[in-house]
């Protein structure tokens, strides 16, 4: 069983197109969590969402919107597509204690012509 | 400034010796957890191993270990009888004390470790 399941695994699309990213969890966990990564392998916070409430958002641009409809799910949808939106998109979850671990997605590898 | 740092970007070690990967923290939180997680070619994150800020003991799974200096804010990784499927890329994380989703994963930049046979 996939405890944090993604999908697509890989997106590639026109710059200007909008898109939209699933991530599911099994874990009963109550927070999820988007994270980018660039080409250079740098990891960053991009969402937090606890019990369906957005929590963190960390300066994004407001072309990306996650949406949360239960606890599960956390959707990114992306408008308007730019060249540096390419890279690799992990959903994670956890629970709220520090000590929680985060567990990753697989990772959606987007690429923007 | 930095709040997680891994000065080496590359490290290489031979088939079955140890390795240690350098990581280094600052928070002025007393509450905070420390992760390391494994990210090989294939793309995943693995998580490996987690210390808390206020364990007495390091932290240990299998032939991975974490060598918490609280006074140094060191939290370096230990990998014993390295092993081919070792080669990844290897992130330091830091949670901070705040619940209810704040506690985002905050990374240093990886150290990309090779296993030579």
Redesign the interface.
Known sequence: DTAVSQTPKYLVTQMGNDKSIKCEQNLGH??M?W?KQDS??????MF???NK?L??N?TVPNRFSPKSPDKAHLNLHINSLELGDSA?Y?C?SSQ????D????G??T?LTVL | AQKITQTQPGMFVQEKEAVTLDCTYDTSDPSYGLFWYKQPSSGEMIFLIYQGSYDQQNATEGRYSLNFQKARKSANLVISASQLGDSAMYFCAMREGRGGGYNKLIFGAGTRLAVHP
């Open positions: 109550d927070t969590y994270y250079k392998k740098f990891l960053k916070i937090s969402y606890n409430e929590i963190i960390e690799v992990f994670a709220n204690r520090v000590s671990t985060q567990y990753f697989p990772g590898r």
